[in-house]
């Protein structure tokens, strides 16, 4: 479907946002991110800025504003961002998902609706909108993100981390999307056109966005577009389908709240590491070095043999508990503990420190599909151990680097202990060391004995045939 592209007048555009509700909504939708915003003509106005107060809003269309822009990223101040703190002022990030079509609305309904069911199986918190004119964007909240991935914090792994999820998604729509674009057309040739085709990508017609760059912005949920004169309004994901430009025309719809959803991205995040390490490995040459094992020790290393820090996290704590929980099983695998008995402990403590059940399941599918054994992060990694006050060193704390060299330390030490190694008894003597030719009489004296013993002769009885 392709519609006629309309401009607003100034006075339409004053009226539409002085709408006391939709400044508000802008306003909280805002909060912690960058807003710009652009005139009629497509241009930005100045960068940085963001919104103090609702009436801000009309200050900025006063000033000639036609539409409102919000960073992917929240930052803890907005306006003090530059090219060389954004890691420092970078609280966070959403996942936003961008789907824009050159052939028209419905080819983007088919691209937006498989991938409404592929968030919908992993369970994420999320909403969709219109774009305004030939699209539709998904925005998957902050709040499904875990605090930290492979040791690392999650907030600074922008863009990267939403350059994989993008990629992995598309790999997973491709045929499904290419299969019901063609149908829709009706052959390849009605949806190729005269475009000469050297593989069957649907992106070429649909595009899913995968790249982000620093400060990437998106349409806010009820902005104007410049070019329709059509507002980005919430759609309700089960009403993809129905969905007509028409309905996104000032008039036509109200202004609702919209709600931060939580979910839970650890299943996502785990399955698109894991496709990206199949691929890179299948990659490699077939000469690729040996990676380390991460096993040091061929036995079980038992609970008594834990350093302090992992007694502690198993004792319970309060703050720290999901990076926690990621030390705690790579702890356990590097001590020989079978999965199942790694499970048990991981979900046994999970419920008694308050962790949900879902979160802990995830980390463990995620370790479970992990190409080699992880070890839990170096003692010098203060944010597992120091800044969430588990670090309570003992003397042999000071000679190791890793967790695991505490307990494989400790455990062969007593094992060493437990072996009640046997002795030599050097033989008797009397006095000075016998001479030569002496002690070679004794030794055939000894074995006589023996000889002699072995036959039921007393000792007496040998000396007196000697």
Known sequence: ???????????????????????????????????????????????????????????????????????????????????KNQNELRIGFDWVIDIDSA???????????????????????????????????????????????????????????????????REKIKEGLWNRLVEYKGSIKALAGEEALT?????KFVEV??????????????????????????????????????MAKIGNFGFEEIEIKEGNAERLIGDAYFWRSKKLEAEKPKEAPKTREAVMFKDKIMRDNFPPCIEKILSGIKDGRKRSAFTLITFLRGCNWTWAEVEEEALKWAKENGVREGFIKAQLMWHKKQPQSILPPNCENGMFYKDIAVCNPLPLCQKIKN????????????????????????????????????????????????????????????????
Request: proline content about 6%; some cysteine; overall charge positive.
């Open 1 to 83: 479907m392709v519609f006629m592209e309309r401009t607003l007048t100034r006075q339409e555009i004053i009226k539409y946002y002085s709408d006391p509700k939709l400044q508000r909504i802008l306003w909280e939708f805002g909060k912690n991110r960058e807003v710009a915003t652009r005139r009629l003509d497509g241009s930005y106005m100045a960068r940085p800025s963001s919104l103090m107060y609702p009436m801000d809003v009309t200050g900025q269309v006063m000033r000639g504003a036609a539409s409102f822009h919000g960073s992917v990223e929240r930052w803890s101040d907005p306006l003090q961002i530059s090219d």
């Open 103 to 169: 052939l028209g609305l419905e080819e983007a309904k088919i691209a937006a609706c498989l991938i409404r069911d592929f968030l919908e199986r992993y369970g994420l918190g999320y909403f969709v909108k219109f774009s305004g004119r030939r699209g539709f964007h998904f925005c998957i909240f902050w709040e499904n993100f875990p605090e930290v991935i492979d040791y690392k914090e999650t907030r600074i792994l922008y863009p990267e981390l939403p350059k994989l999820l993008a990629t992995f998604l």
């Open 199 to 203: 593989e069957l990508d649907p992106f």
């Open 209 to 246: 966005e995968k790249d982000w760059s620093n400060r990437h912005l998106f349409r806010m949920p009820y902005s104007l577009h410049e070019k329709t004169g059509l507002a980005a309004i919430p759609v309700a994901p089960k009403s993809l389908e129905k969905f007509f430009p028409e």
């Open 403 to 466: 967790p695991i060299n505490f307990a494989v330390i400790k455990a062969g030490r007593g094992e060493e202990k437990g072996k009640g190694k046997r002795k030599r008894r050097a033989p008797k003597t009397l006095g000075k060391a016998l001479p030569k030719v002496a002690r070679k009489r004794r030794a055939g004296a000894v074995k006589s004995k023996k000889a002699a013993k072995g036959q039921g002769v007393g000792i007496k009885g040998v000396e007196e045939q000697a």
